[in-house]
C-alpha cells in the first residue's frame, strides 16, 4: 500500500486526510507539528508528504527543508497545504523546494488525485 | 465530505483553540506575552479558519481572516500591540469563540459585536500597512467547495503538441517525469518521443541533473487548460511549450471552472529507464531511491497525546473498583478458611491489592484534566461583566494547573460562571464607591484551586463591599423564606443565599439574574458531592469556597450497621463520633431529643427511623453517634447500631435501575461481597426536618437554635 505523511497541527485537518487518502487506498501515517513529522519521516518510508505550513516547533518550510536536506528519501514529493492561494504561494513553494500544493478547503476528489500524480499511483 | 463525526472533531479542536487563544490574549493583557505567544495564537486562529472552510462556516471563516490579517501584522513586527489593539483582539477573540459555538449549535446567530470589530481590524490594518489594509477589506472568499457537477459534456477530441525540457530543479523539488507523462496519459493517446542526445559522457555525468527531453503528442477529449493543469506544479522548473494542432471549438472552460480550487499535477524530471533510474537518484540510491511503490509499512509518529472516549475510562474505572473490590472478597474468605496472616499468599494478596490500586490511580489520572482553560474562561466573564457594570475588575488565578476529574471541570462551568458574575455585579462597588471606601478603583476577584487532602478546593474572593447580612435577612423575610422572628447567625444569613427563590438585587439586573439562582448553584456542587461555604466580611469581600471530591468514583465512607442493614455514611459530612452517657441526653418535646456535646445542644435522630427501617427510638447507651454536618444545616447526630468500618467505597449508581431513592444516594458493594447503601445526608436531614416551616433545610436549624437559647 502507497504511505503517505500528513504533518498538521490541525486534529481536523488531520483527519480530514487521513479518512479521504485511507477511502482511496493509501496508508496514511499523521504528525501533529514539524518535528514529529520530520521525525516520523526517517523511520519509515512514505511515497508522499502533505504538510501544513504554519505549525509549532517546525513550519512546514523547515520540514521542506529538513527532508531536502536529509538523507533519507529526500527527492519525495511534497506537497504544502494552505489556505493561501495565487501566484505567490506558487512561487514561495516553488522556492521552498515543495513538489506540488493543495489549498484549503479541499475536494476529496482533487486530494486523491494530486497524491495519485505525485506518487505516479494513477488508477488504469 | 464533512462528516459529523468530523464535525465533531472540529469543534473539539476547536475548543482546544480557544482556550489556547484565550491564554495567549490573557498573556498579551498582563505583559507576560513574547514573540511565540503571538505565533500561537496565530496559529489558533489560522487553524480554525482553515478547518472552518471545510465545512462551508462562511461567517467564521470571513471573520477568522480578518483577525488573523491583523494578527499576523503583529507576528511581523509591523504592528505595535497598544490598549486599543489590545481591546480590539480581546474582543474579536470573543467573538470568534461566540462565532463557534453559533456554528456548534447552529443557531445562525451573527455576534452583535462582530460589524464593528470587523471594522476596527480593518482599520488597525489599514493603518499599519496602507497595502495590507487593502487586502484585509477585501472579501475572503471562503472556498467552500460545491462539487462541480457539469454533467457529461462531450469534448470533440483535440491534438497537442507538447515540448517538455525539465530542469535540474524540477527533480530538487520532488517531482518525477514520469508520473507527468503518466499523467498525461491518462487524459487521452499520448505518443512520447525521448530526446537522449544531451546526456554526457559517464565521466560528466552529473546524477542529479537533468539531460533528457520529451517531445509529445497527445490527442484527447480535453482542453489546452486541462493539459496545462498537468504542469501547474512544475512550471518555471522546465521548458514547457505547448501547442493545440487543431483548431477544433474546443473551450478552455474547465480550467476556468477550477481555477478558485488550486488543484495539482505533478512532473517530473529527466528521463528514466530503469537503469537511469538508479543513476538518476544517485549518492543515496539504493536507499532513497524514488520508486514511491516501494514505501515500508507506517511507522507512526509517537503520539503525544491520546483521545480516548470518555465512556471507555469510566468502564475501566469501574471494573478497577470491582477489582479492588474483588481483592476484599478474597482477602475476607481467606481469613475465614483459618490462613494464618503470616501465610505467603496473604502476602501475595497484599501485593494483588497494591498493584490494583496503582491501576485504580493510574485510571483516574486520565481522567484528570488541569482546570486552567475553565479558569481562562473566566477571564471573560470577568471583562464581560466588568464592562456591562461600568467596574474595573481585574481576574488573578492562581494554581491553575491543579488537576480535577474532567466531569467535574465540564460541570463546574456553569456555577463558577455564575459565582464570578455575581462577584463583580454583587461584589465589587462602582470605581467611586471604592475609591471613597479607601480601595484602589480597580476591584479584584481572585480564582483559585488546589488540592486540599483528597478534595479540591475552589476559592472565589472577591475584595469587594462583602455580604449586606441586613438586606439578606430582610429579604429572606419578605419573601417567607424564614420566619420573622428568626435569630440566624451571621453563618446562617451567609446560606441564606443558596435558598431557592432567593435574589438579592433589588431590581434583577441582565447579569446575574438570569435565572439561574445561587441555589442552583449549589445544588450543582452538592450533586458532584462537594460543598460549597461563604465567609464575609463587611467592607472587605466575600469568600466563597468550593470543596469537591477529586473522582466522582470513589467515596470516602463510614460503613455502619442499621437495623441490621449495612449503610455507608459520606465521610464529608461527619464531624465526629461519639458514645454518650444517659446523661448527655434530654428529651424535648414529645419525640424530640436532645444531646450535650461538650457543652452545646444538638438534635439527635435515629437513622433507622429516617430511612423507616425501624421506629424512632434507639437505645441511649448502645446506640453510637455520628455527629454530621452538612452545608445546610448546624451538627445533627445520627444514631446507629454499630460503626464497623471506615473505607473507601466505590459509588455504584443506583438511578438507572431504581430511580432516585429519597435519602439514599447510592450504593456500594463491602469487601465481603455484600452491598451497601450510601447515605445521602443532606435528603435524610431533610427527611427529617419538620414541616411547620418553609424553612426546609433550615427549619431543623433554626428550631435548634431556639432550643439551645432556651437550654
Same mark, same amino acid.
Given at each position: ?15 480530514? $486526510? ?9 496508508? =496514511? ?19 508522499? =508528504? ?21 538523507? $533519507? ?52 | ?73 503583529? +507576528?511581523?513586527?509591523?504592528?505595535? @500591540? ?70 457529461? !459534456?462531450?469534448? *470533440? ?10 530542469? +535540474? ?15 498525461? &496519459? ?123 472516549? *470518555? ?68 477571564? &471573560? ?96 423575610? &419578605? ?6 422572628? /428568626? ?10 443565599? %443558596? ?44 469568600? %466563597? ?14 460503613? @455502619? ?36 456535646? &461538650? ?61 432516585? !431513592? *429519597?435519602?439514599?444516594? /447510592? ?8 452491598? /451497601? ?35
Amino acid at each position: 500500500m502507497t504511505s503517505v505523511l500528513a504533518i498538521d497541527d490541525s486534529r481536523t485537518m488531520r483527519e480530514m $486526510v487521513s479518512r479521504t487518502l485511507s477511502a482511496a487506498g493509501f496508508s =496514511v501515517t499523521t504528525a501533529e507539528d514539524g518535528v514529529l513529522g520530520v521525525e516520523a519521516f526517517r523511520k519509515a518510508r512514505f511515497a508522499a =508528504v502533505i504538510t501544513d505550513i504554519n505549525m509549532p516547533n517546525m513550519d512546514g518550510f523547515g520540514v521542506i527543508d529538513a527532508i531536502r536536506k536529509g538523507d $533519507v528519501n529526500r527527492k519525495v514529493p511534497i506537497l504544502v497545504l494552505t489556505t493561501e492561494s495565487g501566484a505567490a504561494l506558487k512561487e514561495r513553494a516553488r522556492q521552498a523546494r515543495a513538489t506540488g500544493w493543495i489549498v484549503k478547503p479541499f475536494d476529496d476528489d482533487a486530494l486523491v488525485d494530486v497524491i495519485r500524480r505525485v506518487t505516479g499511483t494513477l488508477p488504469e | 465530505m464533512s462528516s459529523d463525526s468530523l464535525k465533531a472533531t472540529f469543534f473539539a479542536e476547536c475548543e482546544d483553540l480557544l482556550d489556547a487563544l484565550s491564554a495567549g490574549l490573557g498573556a498579551m493583557a498582563d505583559g507576560s506575552a513574547d514573540g511565540e505567544t503571538v505565533n500561537a495564537i496565530f496559529r489558533a486562529v489560522h487553524s480554525i479558519k482553515g478547518a472552518a472552510g471545510a465545512f462551508a462556516l462562511t461567517d467564521l471563516v470571513g471573520f477568522a481572516h480578518k483577525f488573523e490579517t491583523v494578527l499576523d501584522l503583529i +507576528r511581523s513586527d509591523t504592528l505595535t @500591540v497598544d490598549a486599543d489593539v489590545l481591546r480590539v483582539i480581546t474582543r474579536s477573540g470573543d467573538v470568534l469563540a461566540d462565532l463557534v459555538e453559533a456554528a456548534q449549535t447552529e443557531s445562525g446567530e451573527i455576534p452583535e459585536a462582530m460589524d464593528a470589530l470587523v471594522q476596527s481590524l480593518v482599520t488597525i490594518a489599514q493603518d499599519a500597512v496602507p497595502a495590507a489594509g487593502a487586502a484585509a477589506t477585501m472579501d475572503f472568499a471562503p472556498l467552500a467547495f460545491v462539487p462541480l457537477d457539469i454533467g457529461p !459534456i462531450s469534448v *470533440p477530441s483535440s491534438r497537442f503538441a507538447i515540448a517538455f525540457r525539465p530542469e +535540474r530543479g524540477l527533480f530538487d523539488n520532488g517531482h518525477e517525469p514520469l508520473h507527468l507523462i503518466d499523467a498525461l &496519459r491518462a487524459l487521452g493517446d499520448l505518443k512520447v518521443e525521448c530526446d537522449v542526445s544531451a546526456v554526457p559522457p559517464l565521466d560528466q555525468f552529473d546524477p542529479e541533473n537533468s539531460y533528457l527531453s520529451w517531445t509529445m503528442e497527445l490527442v484527447g477529449p480535453v482542453s489546452e487548460g486541462e493539459v496545462r493543469r498537468i504542469f501547474d506544479f512544475v512550471l518555471g522548473l522546465c521548458d514547457l511549450k505547448i501547442d493545440r494542432l487543431d483548431d477544433a471549438s474546443v473551450e478552455d472552460d474547465l480550467p476556468l471552472a477550477e481555477a478558485g480550487q488550486e488543484e495539482a499535477t505533478a512532473i517530473g524530471e529527466p528521463a528514466m529507464t530503469g537503469e537511469d533510474r538508479g543513476q538518476g537518484l544517485a549518492p543515496d540510491a539504493p536507499a532513497s531511491g524514488k520508486q514511491p511503490r516501494a514505501a515500508s509499512a507506517v511507522a507512526a509518529a509517537p503520539p503525544t497525546t491520546l483521545r480516548v472516549d *470518555p465512556e471507555r475510562v469510566d468502564r475501566l474505572i469501574n471494573t478497577v473498583g470491582e477489582l479492588i473490590i474483588n481483592q476484599a472478597v478474597i482477602a475476607q474468605k481467606m481469613r475465614a478458611m483459618g490462613i494464618p496472616p503470616n501465610a505467603e499468599v496473604i502476602g501475595d494478596l497484599d501485593d494483588y491489592r497494591y498493584l490494583a490500586r496503582e491501576i485504580q490511580e493510574g485510571v483516574m489520572a486520565i481522567r484528570a484534566q488541569p482546570v486552567k482553560p475553565l479558569f481562562q474562561r473566566m477571564a &471573560r466573564i470577568v471583562r464581560e461583566a466588568g464592562e456591562a457594570t461600568g467596574k474595573t475588575v481585574a481576574l488573578v488565578t492562581e494554581g491553575e494547573g491543579t488537576e480535577v476529574d474532567k466531569t467535574l471541570v465540564e460541570r463546574l462551568a456553569d456555577p463558577l460562571t455564575h459565582m464570578i458574575r455575581n462577584a463583580v455585579d454583587h461584589g465589587i462597588e462602582t470605581p467611586e464607591k471604592r475609591l471613597a471606601a479607601g480601595k484602589s478603583a480597580t476591584g479584584t476577584v481572585k480564582l483559585s484551586a488546589a488540592h486540599r487532602s483528597g478534595h479540591v478546593e475552589i476559592v472565589i474572593t472577591d475584595d469587594g463591599a462583602g455580604l449586606n447580612r441586613e438586606r439578606i435577612l430582610a429579604t429572606a423575610q &419578605r419573601k417567607g423564606l424564614v420566619p420573622p422572628d /428568626a435569630k440566624l447567625s451571621e453563618a446562617e444569613i451567609d446560606n441564606l443565599l %443558596f435558598m431557592p427563590g432567593f435574589s438579592t438585587a433589588s431590581t434583577v439586573t441582565n447579569l446575574s439574574g438570569r435565572g439561574v439562582g445561587m441555589d442552583v448553584v449549589k445544588t450543582t456542587i452538592t450533586s458532584l458531592g462537594g460543598r460549597v461555604t461563604i465567609s464575609s466580611q463587611p467592607g472587605q469581600g466575600s469568600v %466563597f469556597t468550593i470543596l469537591l471530591p477529586l473522582t466522582l468514583a470513589v467515596l470516602d465512607g463510614m460503613v @455502619v450497621t442499621v437495623a441490621s442493614e449495612t449503610m455507608v455514611l459520606p465521610l464529608s459530612s461527619i464531624v465526629e463520633t461519639i458514645r454518650a452517657k444517659p446523661s448527655d441526653f434530654a428529651p424535648i418535646g414529645p419525640n424530640g431529643m436532645l444531646m450535650s456535646v &461538650r457543652g452545646s445542644h444538638v438534635p439527635v435522630l435515629s437513622l433507622g427511623g429516617v430511612l423507616g427501617l425501624s421506629d424512632h427510638d434507639f437505645d441511649c447507651e448502645r446506640a453510637v453517634f455520628v455527629l454530621i454536618q452538612t452545608d445546610s444545616s448546624e451538627p445533627v447526630a445520627l444514631a446507629v447500631d454499630h460503626i464497623t468500618d471506615q473505607r473507601q467505597v466505590v459509588i455504584k449508581s443506583l438511578e438507572g435501575n431504581y430511580g432516585s !431513592i *429519597p435519602g439514599v444516594s /447510592a450504593a456500594t458493594i463491602l469487601g465481603d461481597g455484600k452491598i /451497601a447503601l450510601i447515605v445521602d445526608t443532606e435528603a435524610v436531614l431533610k427527611m427529617a426536618a419538620p414541616k411547620r416551616s418553609n424553612l426546609h433545610a433550615l427549619a431543623l436549624e433554626t428550631s435548634h437554635d431556639r432550643i439551645a437559647h432556651l437550654g
